[in-house]
Structures are given as structure tokens and as C-alpha cells.
């Protein structure tokens, strides 16, 4: 687990949104073992699962907000802060990282002036350090969404992001 860091964007969450999920929830709280799909659902509505919505299946489920925290920070598949419109990885992979993707890194979050697993204040771009992705032959490899850019250094980046604004 890495750590957790807060969103710099409120939850804006739609009354329609809550209604959803909570008949959603209403639908799985007697199964056994709903917790993992009311999260999916969950985030499938929202695009992540902020503390509002942890809160609300924790009560609807009758589990406590801590066991939903838990498993929301153990799980990659959900998200605790918003994503961007463009998603920013960069590589960290022994591979990618002996070739100088901690630079790459490091220029995107200067430049967008946000840490990992954090979102632009404008909600365009959030950036995540990655693991290997299986391009180790572009060692180093940053993705937007599903662009690939491979063989690049920290002087790349700028122009790089400028195609998504």
C-alpha cells in the first residue's frame, strides 16, 4: 500500500448519483460478500470512491467505514482521488527507471505542479507512477490515457503535454 493522499478537488457528487448508488446498495446488502461489488459499482458511478461515498456503503452494508477504507486501499482497481481527463503514468520499473524515468517524473509533476496520485486543480491531468507496462524495450515510457510515448527524457515532456491542453 502507498500512501494516500487527499484530493485538492471537493466531491462533487449529484443527488442522482447517490440515488443510483443506493439502490444499488439496497439491491446487495443482503447478499454474502457484497462489499467488493458495491465498491465497483460504487466507483463505476463516481470514477473513484471518495470518503462521502465509503460512508455511504459503509452504513447501507452495515460495515464499518474502516473495513470499506481497507479494502479500498488495498485493491489497485479503486481509486481514492479523481482522475484527471488525461491520466499521466510514468514508469518506475527497473527498466524504465535506469533509464531516467524518476526525470521524467519528476518534470511532470513540476510542471503540473501536482505530487503522484494527485489531480489538477482544473481536473485535466493526474499523475500516477506505474510499474512495469511491458514496453521495457521504450525504456523510458510515460502513457497519457492510452498514448504510448517511449525513448524520451525530461526535455520531452513539456511538448508532450502541451498536445493535451
Do not use: H, M, Y
Given at each position: 500500500m502507498?500512501?494516500?493522499?487527499?484530493?485538492?478537488?471537493?466531491?462533487?457528487?449529484?443527488?442522482e448519483q447517490e440515488r443510483e448508488l443506493?439502490?444499488?446498495?439496497?439491491?446487495l446488502k443482503d447478499q454474502q460478500g457484497a462489499l467488493m461489488p458495491a465498491m465497483q459499482k460504487a466507483q463505476d458511478i463516481y470514477g473513484y470512491l471518495p470518503i462521502e461515498v465509503q460512508t455511504i456503503i459503509a452504513e447501507v452494508l452495515n460495515v464499518p467505514v474502516e473495513e470499506v477504507y481497507g479494502v479500498a486501499t488495498f485493491y489497485a482497481q479503486f481509486a481514492l482521488n479523481p482522475k484527471g481527463k488525461y491520466t499521466i503514468g510514468v514508469c518506475l520499473g527497473t527498466a524504465c527507471y535506469?533509464?531516467?524515468?524518476?526525470?521524467?517524473?519528476d518534470k511532470c509533476s513540476e510542471i503540473l505542479k501536482i505530487k503522484g496520485g494527485e489531480i489538477t486543480?482544473?481536473?485535466?491531468?493526474?499523475?500516477?507512477?506505474t510499474r512495469c507496462i511491458g514496453c521495457c524495450g521504450l525504456a523510458p515510457v510515460m502513457t497519457v490515457?492510452?498514448?504510448v510515448y517511449g525513448k524520451i527524457t525530461a526535455k520531452d515532456v513539456p511538448d508532450i503535454l502541451k498536445k493535451y491542453n
Open positions: 502507498g500512501k494516500t493522499t487527499i484530493s485538492k478537488i471537493p466531491f462533487k457528487g449529484t443527488p443506493r439502490d444499488i446498495l439496497a439491491s535506469v533509464k531516467g524515468s524518476q526525470d521524467i517524473f486543480e482544473d481536473g485535466l491531468f493526474s499523475l500516477e507512477a490515457n492510452d498514448d
